[in-house]
């Protein structure tokens, strides 16, 4: 049986972009994306042990489900990423390193303010292609005519993916858990399917996330922050898409040292990691703890200003007067 570990890949304890050719002699490469529970990619990875197979979702609990499939049948050829699809394609997959594109009923977001989340909207198209090698291929799913005649058009339009196929109820070598649910209730199946036909047209707005480290404020004071500490539970903040909430904290024995969580998300991007806060002689040292190291996305830059502003701010308030300008390394 494989090691359960093997098959999760966390983006923030890897080099950027991923290695996806894992595994020796095993040259072909595919992702599925929203693979739900897991069936239709360990399918796949079963059916083709000479090719390797790499699964995105957002939901955790999606993932640990997976995980158990893919360890009951000691798959070694599958790595499972948790994330938002959008988020990965750009940061982490390396351009034009994928031979297909999987997408099984993807929700289709109806509700006009959901509409930038399709697959059709915004930069996805490009992303998707700028994964792809020329003559990959991106398929897609769904029960919604309305949803997969909108794909069909949009992706058919970009410049680098070409419609090679369109079909109604099409034969499948797998079914998915929402595919036989929709299948009972008697709807339709659409099926998309592009190849990307030129190694043109990807967005290069792609830039691979710096990691936060070596990142610090100093906020000039002194004096113990203990209760202060204890009092950020919940506290947070947010600019535009990018929100942060600090939750439990954790004081050295000796006090000077706190951890204090903090939980990110910029878009559907969400990170979980540690700040530190150094008492000194002088100052405070607020810093991302080390062994965390997120990437420096805006929320994570708030998280840090926003807990050296707080400082600042309990120091003035202690002491009646106005905070300072505090020196920061960002
Ligand atoms: C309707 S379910 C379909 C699951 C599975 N493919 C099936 O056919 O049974 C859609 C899945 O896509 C996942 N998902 C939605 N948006 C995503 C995104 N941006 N990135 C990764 N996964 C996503 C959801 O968590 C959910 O598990």
């Not at 919940?234 to 904290?249: A, P, T």
């Amino acid at each position: 049986m494989s090691d359960i570990r093997e098959n999760i890949v966390v983006p923030e304890k890897e080099q950027l972009p991923l290695d996806v050719r894992r595994g020796s002699g095993l040259t072909r490469v595919f992702l599925e994306i929203g693979f739900g529970n897991g069936e239709f990619i360990v399918h796949l990875a079963r059916q083709n042990p000479d090719a390797y197979f790499w699964g995105v979702e957002m939901s955790r609990s999606c993932v640990l489900r997976a995980l158990k499939r893919i360890q009951g049948e000691g798959l070694n050829n599958v790595s499972l990423l948790c994330g938002d699809a959008r988020f990965i394609l750009k940061e982490c997959i390396p351009k034009e390193s994928l031979d297909g594109i999987y997408m099984n009923f993807p929700c289709p977001w109806p509700k006009k303010k959901h509409s930038k989340r399709r697959v059709s909207s915004g930069d996805f198209p490009s992303e998707i292609s700028g994964v792809l090698r020329k003559g990959g291929f991106f398929e897609l799913v769904t029960d919604e005519e309305w949803y997969g005649v909108e794909v069909r058009n949009v992706l058919s339009a970009h410049p680098s993916l070409q419609l090679g196929e369109w079909c109604i109820n099409p034969p499948r070598l797998v079914t998915t858990k929402y595919e036989r649910k929709w299948l009972e209730m008697g709807k339709k199946i659409f099926l998309s399917r592009f190849v990307k036909n030129n190694e043109e047209g990807y967005s290069e707005r792609s830039i691979f996330l710096r990691r936060a480290e070596d990142v610090h404020i100093r906020v000039p004071g002194k004096g113990s922050l203990n209760v202060f500490v204890k009092g950020l539970y919940n506290q947070g903040g947010g600019n535009g898409e990018s929100l942060w909430v600090y939750k439990r904290s954790y004081a050295s024995g000796d006090g000077g040292a706190h951890l204090v969580e903090v939980v990110a998300g910029d878009g559907s991007f969400e990170q979980k990691f540690f700040l530190q806060i150094v008492e000194r002689e002088e100052d405070v040292l607020v810093k991302i703890a080390p062994y965390s190291s997120p990437f420096l996305t805006t929320s994570v830059r708030g998280a840090l200003e926003g807990l050296g502003g707080l400082i600042e701010a309990h120091y003035a308030e202690s002491k009646g007067t106005m905070p300072s300008k505090k020196e920061r390394v960002l």
